[in-house]
């Protein structure tokens, strides 16, 4: 995190009196043993959110979400917009958008279900898959720079703990 963002969020705690502006420290979010865990989850995923666009924008791809359809309609799998809307938690409207974007640019393709000529079904075309690897491999190499000081063992811990809260079922 930035020493930035820790500055800004010293003083919004100053701001509604946890602490003052001279101790400069709020215990949710500027202490590893007592920051809010939702907050440092959300700021890690801003990060890692920032230097996957970055390399999405670098590629043509305006971010994360085109990467994510992209990375659907490459795996071979014939699935609807409903289903993919519903697979990345992605909303309908966003995800047309979406989809007409990487059709403009000639990365996707939709065709009509053989079963229900209403229902479209996305699928990548060889410029698609080109750009879905490339990318791919870019954002490896950036989350690389931006977790090298994590040893492997903990990134993978990470990587486990990270998995069992997003596949845990609600409660």
């Given at each position: ?29 500027d202490n590893l043993e ?5 907050w440092l989850m959300h ?129």
């Amino acid at each position: 995190m930035s020493r930035d963002s820790i500055d800004s969020s010293s003083e919004a705690c100053a701001a509604a009196g946890s602490v003052s502006l001279h101790s400069a420290v709020c215990s949710s979010v500027d202490n590893l043993e007592t920051a809010d865990l939702t907050w440092l989850m959300h700021r890690a995923a801003e990060v890692l959110r920032a230097d996957f666009d970055a390399v999405a924008k670098t590629a043509g791809l305006v971010d994360l979400r085109d990467w994510l359809v992209l990375s659907v309609v490459t795996d071979g799998i014939p699935r609807t917009q409903l289903e993919i809307a519903r697979q990345l938690g992605i909303d309908k409207t966003t995800l047309i958008a979406v989809l007409d974007r990487l059709e403009g640019q000639a990365f996707i393709v939709r065709s009509a279900s053989p079963t229900d000529r209403r229902v479209r079904i996305p699928a990548a075309t060889a410029a698609g898959a080109a750009i879905y690897e490339r990318v791919t491999v870019e954002r490896d190499t950036a989350i690389a720079a931006r977790l090298s000081a994590v040893p492997e063992a903990e990134q993978s811990a990470l990587r486990s703990a990270l998995w069992a809260i997003a596949s845990a079922p609600s409660t």
